[in-house]
């Protein structure tokens, strides 16, 4: 079993930056890959990035990508996600989730998930 908690979700204004944490405990976190997903008002849930279990070959979705930096501090069991330049579409739930093995941009392929928290960008 593995545990997550995301914290650092917060009000910024546009253009601003956010760093969101993920906090694992329970099971080998090192060995996990770890993903960010979120999900908007009326909106179906979506990636938004993954990286694997050494910190290499991060994955972002379009509409992050250059903007928003996943990492990982194996020692620390928390993955990070800084988000930059925010926009108002970026406001959702933010959700993080871990898997066995490589990354994955799909939702139903992670195993575990944390309770969310809310990334709200005004414009």
């Known amino acids: 079993q593995v545990q997550l908690v995301e914290s650092g979700g917060g009000l910024v204004q546009a253009g601003g930056s956010l760093r969101v944490s993920c906090a694992a405990s329970?099971?080998?976190?090192?060995?996990?890959?770890m993903g960010w997903f979120r999900q908007a008002p009326g909106k179906e849930r979506e990636f938004v990035a993954a990286?694997?279990?050494?910190?290499?070959?991060?994955r972002y979705s379009d509409s992050v990508k250059g903007r928003f930096t996943i990492s990982r501090d194996n020692a620390q069991n928390t993955v990070y996600l800084q988000m930059n330049s925010l926009k108002p579409e970026d406001t959702a739930v933010y959700y993080c989730a871990t898997r066995r093995g490589i990354t994955s941009t799909r939702e139903s392929e992670y195993d575990y998930w944390g309770q969310g928290t809310q990334v709200t960008v005004s414009s």
């Open positions: 990286v694997p279990w050494s910190g290499g070959s991060t």
């Open positions: 329970g099971r080998t976190f090192s060995t996990y890959a």
